[in-house]
């Protein structure tokens, strides 16, 4: 069986959907300074080829086949679940499911998993430099001379594995993933609206940061229904109370303005809608500047910058400082313990925006 090489970041099940009596989407999209639409297929729009592969490894489509594969199958259950209407309790696994296609959506697209991807690499090579210093006083007989030679021996394609573990690590995130699992959850049915709902390459409408007491996520989920999630259950209780139309016309709004190149629908009825507003809103910022070269600095050893506030950082998990320690007094692990650590700390880095950042509404 051939790896697969579509690696979806609008997973086909989503965008199903979407789909017509001809089992097509209708996908509008802006390239060269034109936004058309074509029919397509939910398998043929929405991906990447080798989007998410992992060069110079036995296995480099891991990511795709191990980890988002896995989760769009479990989201795709959850999704059901909703459609359906049905309102027995969730169990703990459907949630986690869903839990993680939601986060998934604001990384995995194309943009976000290359400024990922060379952040991993920039960390690992700049953590490597830093310590290769080192090297000789622990060098053993056995290894070789020179530190490069060494992690050549060792790993070879370790800043390419490094920058795929952090890709996942950032999507699975525990203490953000604990958040919205804990949020209000609901689903909203806008049959009376005049017109039906889009998505896009970037469908969570998320205004505020999730630390906010009043931040919320909509995500539509079809062309008449939209999942919500609020801290507040007022929120959901407001929008209730709101004409459909409205409601519509504002999501709808809001995922076009996101978007960066692709918009779908059932059909092009809103193909001018589309053209007027693609793209007018900035993209999400997942990282800032600072934000990356207080994690280069990490990775480089320098102290961290005394003026950063400790409460707009979450805290490492239970032991993970700890665990460190123990790994640090065997000297032939403490090298990649070390460079382990500056992918941990981007992680925090990038999820940190999230927490305390305002998004695109």
């Known amino acids: 069986m051939n790896d697969p090489r579509r690696h979806h970041y609008n997973p086909e099940f989503y965008l199903g959907e979407w789909a017509g009596p001809d089992d097509l989407v209708c996908e509008i999209k802006k390239a060269h300074d034109k936004v058309e639409p074509r029919r397509k297929s939910p398998k043929a729009t929405g ?3 080798d989007l998410y592969r992992t060069v110079g490894v036995p296995e480099e489509q891991y990511v795709e086949k191990n980890f988002m594969s896995r989760l769009d199958n479990d989201a795709a259950r959850a999704l059901q679940k909703i459609l359906s ?8 696994d459907e949630r986690t499911a869903w839990t993680m296609f939601i986060l998934s959506l604001l990384f995995r697209n194309p943009e976000n998993v290359t400024l990922i991807r060379d952040l991993g690499r920039q960390l690992w090579e700049q953590g490597m430099s830093a310590l290769e210093a080192d090297y000789a006083a622990r060098r053993l007989p056995t290894y070789p001379e020179t530190f490069d030679g060494y992690v050549a021996l060792t790993k070879p394609a370790a800043a390419e594995i490094g920058a795929s573990n952090l890709l996942m690590k950032i999507i699975a995130n525990e203490r953000i993933g604990r958040t919205f699992f804990h949020m209000d959850w609901t689903r909203h049915v806008l049959k009376n609206s005049k017109f039906q709902l889009l998505t896009s390459d970037r469908p969570i409408i ?10 919320f996520i909509v995500l539509p989920v079809s062309p008449t229904v939209v999942f919500v999630a609020a801290h507040n259950r007022g929120f959901a209780d407001w929008l209730a109370t709101q004409k459909h139309t409205e409601l519509a016309k504002r999501f709808n709004k809001a995922v076009v303005c996101q978007a ?4 779908w629908g059932t059909h092009d009825s809103r193909l001018e809608f589309v053209r007027r507003h693609i793209g007018t809103a900035p993209d999400r910022t997942i990282i800032t500047e600072a934000q990356k070269q207080e994690a280069l600095a990490a990775a480089r050893g320098e102290h961290e910058n005394p003026a950063r506030s400790r409460s707009n950082r979450p805290d490492p998990p239970a032991g993970a400082f700890r665990a460190t320690q123990e790994q640090s007094r065997n000297k032939t692990a403490r090298l990649f313990v070390l460079v382990a650590l500056t992918l941990f700390i981007a992680g925090i880095i990038v999820w940190g925006s999230l927490l305390y950042t305002g998004a695109v509404s």
């Open 47 to 49: 991906f990447q080829r």
């Open 85 to 92: 209407g049905d309102g027995t309790e969730w169990s703990g």
């Open 206 to 215: 998320m205004p505020l940061g999730l630390g906010d007491p009043r931040a």
């Open 260 to 263: 960066r190149k692709f918009v």
